[in-house]
């Protein structure tokens, strides 16, 4: 064999020497990590504990759900039919409460329409009691009906009325009591160290809201707000709850 057969033949076993080499370092080095991570993962499990049992001990997350629409963060990511879906749903009802508000208002000059729609619309109003307000205010979520009803009672409750505070002054009593009333404030701030529900939250006042934005408008949404606060703050001062509270604060200091 001459010595340039012999060169070729001895490189060619280093090139496979290395690469079995680099090849078993490799492997060692994986086994040595996954050791390392085996090693420190287990270290920190109670004794006498498997690490089959150790991982059931480990929390797992709790499911969130969505508050708007209700689903689970578990499940499958929306299609585009189903966002569709959800558009064409939610463009449905803007429409139908808008036509509901227009035909209503239309027909705040005739007292026979109204009168006739009045009577059809068999309202249980006020309510007395916290759990039958919000039994009612949930049902406005999906009761088309009722919300005709509830926007055609305000109409014709607030016809004549030319300031904001005389409008809510005639038409909440109507819906709730003072018992009720007293239990919210408009944004659900706390009054006298107490914290009050929200009322800007309920679809109740979404739909006031959109009877006197029609009524009214030019004045702003600022404005409504304002006012709305003011009435709430004064509501235990209503049917004799001044007149109540000062008496007892003379007794007090007599």
């Excluded at 208002?105 to 619309?121: G, P, Q, R, V």
């Excluded at 009761?143 to 305000?154: A, G, H, Q």
Aim: hydrophobic share 30%; net charge positive.
């Amino acid at each position: 064999m001459s010595n340039r057969q012999k060169k070729k033949l001895l490189k060619t076993k280093n090139s496979h020497s290395f690469k079995r080499l680099k090849k078993s370092i490799n492997e060692k080095k994986t086994i040595n990590d996954a050791d390392y991570l085996q090693t420190n993962t287990l270290a920190s499990q109670p004794a006498g504990t498997s690490s089959d049992e150790y991982s059931h001990t480990i929390p797992k997350t709790s499911t969130k759900y969505c508050p708007a629409c209700g689903r689970s963060d578990e499940d499958l990511p929306l299609s585009i039919s189903d966002i569709e879906s959800l558009r064409r749903s939610i463009e449905y009802r803007i429409k139908e409460e808008s036509k509901i508000t227009r035909t209503l208002l239309a027909t705040t000059n005739s007292t026979t329409d109204l009168n006739k729609i009045l009577k059809d619309a068999l309202i249980d109003l006020p309510k007395t009691t916290l759990d039958k307000f919000k039994e009612f205010d949930d049902q406005l979520n999906i009761d088309i009906d009722l919300i005709k009803n509830l926007k055609c009672f305000m109409v014709i409750n607030i016809r004549g009325m030319v300031k904001i505070s005389e409008n809510l002054t005639t038409v909440i009593p109507k819906i709730m009591t003072k018992d009720v009333q007293v239990i919210y404030s408009a944004f659900g701030r706390e009054t006298n160290g107490i914290k009050k529900l929200n009322f800007s939250e309920t679809n109740t006042y979404k739909h006031l809201l959109e009877v006197l934005v029609n009524k009214f408008p030019e004045v702003r949404e600022k404005e409504f707000s304002t006012t709305l606060s003011r009435w709430f703050s004064g509501a235990k001062d209503r049917d004799g709850g001044k007149k109540e509270r000062m008496a007892k604060k003379n007794i007090s200091l007599t």
